[in-house]
């Protein structure tokens, strides 16, 4: 990344081009040369690949793919060009390209050179935004015959992102291709170094308590990223005279006649400023992208109250944060790199732009999309932040503050945070060729993207939206439980009950700067309940035959959280609960069918959700039956199928085994055959069928090798045979398959409770607490 950043400095001679806004998920991190050619060479060669996205594995897939099929998608595309977004992969391709000339920090070592960032970046755009990517190295210094071989590909992709470009030619190449095509154009070098610094300097400017139209901001770098900076910073409603520009000669002023272009006389202003330290006197905030020891501790001594300083060259920023704490302990600071709080990194930014255009089919990402983005990510960065970012940071939560004004790459809600601002402001903007009605709709189906579950809880969670539930969250002094609480209730899926000593769950709460004392958040602990003596009266009726006294029951009710949470729910005090982050799940499943029994009629089973490429299967039963009877098997597939459909899935169910219909004979495929004579005998309204082998089950042309094979398509609700088939095939789906697994989801409970795998995050709690609300088993 980066073209040529000329930067202010007081005299010292230095090359002109250097690097900023790396990249790099984990800029800093060593990394040997070695390493890195070996990462490259082995295996494939390179980072990408293609890999077809529609099956290959017959003559008539053939014949649909190519000719004589392809001839239909041809004809309608020649006839309503727009329709090659619906038959092609236009709509989610985008062009990486670059001439070599600006290469990270390296220089111009030419395009063939530039190939592996060009590479990395495709990769960057498929792991963060599941946009598909090209990359393209034009061997052309010349500005004009690179506009001329970059603007005849408009018709194969949705959007060009230009890299490593040096200024001015950036300037020139990109701005003309805005002109003569119709899809976006950007140049990340610029604009996301740019965007992510506004981000930064929106959350600096609120902890601060500035207004932006009264900051003087200094920026050293007038180069691509220098530019592109202050004219988004100017969009958004900073004053152009309360802007200074520098570059290695100093302040550009008007007049001034020494180095200029017509890109920098743009920003000139009236100043008496004449060296980049007289022009920091002062102001607010410093952007520099330059070059290493281009601030100088003297230079940040003059700043004025609370300075905001980003020093964004990289590898090495213009000051270090120890260098600004030495002589200002008001300072806010960000850099580029990762090893220091609020790296400005440029992925935070691309893909998920990219994402909005693309998914409005803009026809360019304008000032409008780039505050919008730039929004977004300054909003998402006060919130508080899921598990997932804490283990980014190596279990140190970070918190909105002045070490965190920044989101860090691998926030899982960007995807849904960043394209749908980008999408309304295209749309508002007047940009946007296909607009999307419903945005938030389209914010979840991009959560599905990268989390596969999301797709299948929209249901679940839009359901419970509409009759939201009291659900009891019984480990309620753990961190990650309180976290998921207050998400389940700012989820409006209802009222969380927190079971636990109220000192501590405030101090616990306190300490990790969660917000409990709001409406939909309930604490209750057990041995201030009034409530109590009326829970050991049922334990007691229940249990008093099975060798408990009146006082073990009370004692359990007192100090046994599960029981207690459990009998909440028994008796109607709350509509369902979650426990497991703590206690094993055959632990908590004891302890909750002390209390709470089968629905009648039903058997008590664990259900797994296996989200796979390209389908959906349920496998049980996960949790519960060892080595269950055929009654059991049959009783489990019911259960399964009636999840199924409260899922949206129309159930079709086999029964597996090592065996298919009766080959190769054995004994212990007996109960799965008797299993299905049970369910003929109880006219049960889904297909099923077995025993068969899983092969058979889920390929359909093994499948019609018997005819006589009742299930109309393969099967999506496998029940295996004994409990350790379904542990080790969820298992094995799950790291060799690549599939996604959501549970045992517990069914069955004449009231709902789901049990939490041992150390669950606060996402998976309120995933299943969502579940727990939404009653599968009912």
């Not at 790099?24 to 082995?42: P, Y």
């Not at 490593?164 to 300037?171: L, R, V």
């Amino acid at each position: 990344m980066g073209g040529p950043v000329p930067a202010c400095t007081t005299g010292a001679s230095r090359p002109e081009e250097y690097t900023v806004g790396d990249d790099n998920v984990k800029a800093g991190v060593s990394v040997t040369d070695e390493e890195a050619l070996i990462f490259h060479q082995k295996g494939r060669p390179g980072k990408i690949e293609i890999v077809a996205s529609k099956p290959m594995a017959t003559q008539r897939d053939l014949s649909l793919a190519y000719s004589p099929g392809v001839a239909a998608p041809v004809r309608a595309i020649a006839e309503d060009p727009s329709t090659a977004f619906d038959y092609t992969a236009r709509g989610n391709l985008v062009a990486v390209i670059s001439n070599g000339s600006a290469i990270l920090g390296l220089g111009n070592l030419g395009a063939l050179a530039s190939k592996p960032v060009m590479e990395g970046k495709a990769v960057l755009f498929k792991r963060f935004a599941d946009i598909d990517s090209i990359d393209l190295e034009v061997d052309a210094q010349d500005a004009d015959v690179f506009i001329e071989a970059v603007r005849h590909l408009g018709p194969s992709f949705g959007g060009i992102n230009l890299e490593d470009i040096k200024a001015p030619e950036c300037f020139i190449i990109e701005q003309k291709l805005k002109e003569v095509m119709d899809i976006p154009v950007f140049h990340d070098d610029q604009h996301g170094t740019a965007i992510i610094a506004a981000a930064g300097l929106f959350n600096a400017l609120h902890l601060t308590n500035r207004n932006i139209k009264d900051i003087k901001l200094v920026c050293n770098g007038a180069g691509a990223a220098g530019i592109a900076c202050i004219e988004l910073i100017k969009a958004m409603g900073v004053p152009h005279e309360n802007v200074i520009l520098c570059d290695t000669k100093g302040p550009i002023y008007q007049g001034r006649k020494e180095g200029m272009n017509q890109w920098k006389s743009a920003h000139a202003v009236k100043t008496d400023a004449r060296s980049l330290e007289e022009a920091l006197k002062g102001a607010d905030v410093f952007f520099g992208v330059s070059v290493k020891g281009a601030l100088t501790p003297e230079m940040v001594a003059v700043m004025g109250p609370n300075p905001i300083i980003f020093a964004m060259a990289n590898p090495d920023p213009e000051i270090t944060p120890e260098e600004v704490q030495a002589v200002r302990d008001d300072a806010i600071v960000a850099t580029g790199r990762s090893d220091y709080p609020n790296q400005v990194n440029n992925v935070l930014g691309f893909p998920y732009i990219f994402r909005g255009a693309l998914d409005v089919r803009a026809t360019e990402i304008n000032d409008a999309m780039k505050i919008a983005a730039a929004r977004a990510l300054a909003d998402l960065a006060r919130e508080d932040v899921p598990d997932e970012v804490a283990h980014a940071y190596q279990g140190n939560r970070p918190k909105f503050g002045p070490d965190y004004i920044i989101p860090v790459p691998f926030d899982p809600r960007l995807i849904s945070s960043i394209p749908p601002a980008v999408a309304r402001a295209a749309m508002e903007s007047g940009v946007a060729r296909r607009p999307l009605v419903d945005l938030q709709s389209y914010a979840q189906q991009l959560s599905a993207r990268r989390d596969p579950l999301a797709s299948t809880l929209q249901r679940v969670y839009s359901r419970v939206r509409r009759n939201p539930r009291r659900v009891v969250f019984t480990e309620g002094e753990e961190e990650q439980v309180i976290r998921a609480a207050v998400s389940f209730v700012n989820e409006e899926l209802g009222t969380a009950v927190l079971v636990g000593r109220d000192d501590k769950i405030r101090r616990r709460a306190e300490e990790a700067g969660i917000e409990i004392n709001r409406p939909g958040i309930e604490l209750v602990n057990a041995r201030l309940s009034t409530r109590v003596e009326d829970y050991a009266d049922n334990l007691y009726r229940r249990l008093q035959r099975k060798g408990y006294l009146y006082r073990d029951c009370l004692r359990m009710v007192n100090s046994d959280r599960n029981i207690f949470a459990a009998s909440i729910v028994a008796m109607g005090d709350a509509d369902a609960m979650v426990s497991g982050v703590t206690r094993n799940y055959s632990v908590v499943l004891e302890d909750v069918q002390k209390v709470i029994d089968p629905r009648p009629g039903h058997r008590v089973v664990g259900v797994t959700i296996a989200l796979c490429k390209d389908r959906t299967v349920l496998v049980t039963d996960t949790a519960v039956h060892d080595m269950p009877t055929a009654e059991e098997l049959a009783d489990i597939a019911e259960e399964a199928s009636g999840v199924a459909r409260k899922l949206g899935i129309e159930p079709r169910v086999a029964m597996l085994a090592y065996s298919t219909f009766g080959h190769p004979e054995g004994e212990r495929s007996d109960n799965l055959r008797d299993a299905v004579r049970i369910l003929d005998r109880r006219r049960v309204d889904f297909e099923y069928d077995g025993e068969m082998a899983a092969d058979v089950a889920l390929n359909g042309d093994l499948m019609a090798a018997y005819p006589f094979c009742r299930l109309s398509e393969p099967a999506n609700v496998l029940v295996m045979p004994a409990f350790h088939a379904a542990s080790i095939s969820t298992k094995m789906l799950q790291e060799l398959g690549g599939a996604t697994l959501l549970g045992p989801l517990l069914v069955g409970l004449d009231k709902p409770v789901q049990i939490l795998p041992l150390g669950a995050t606060d996402v998976e709690i309120v995933n299943m607490a969502a579940l727990a609300a939404y009653n599968l088993g009912s």
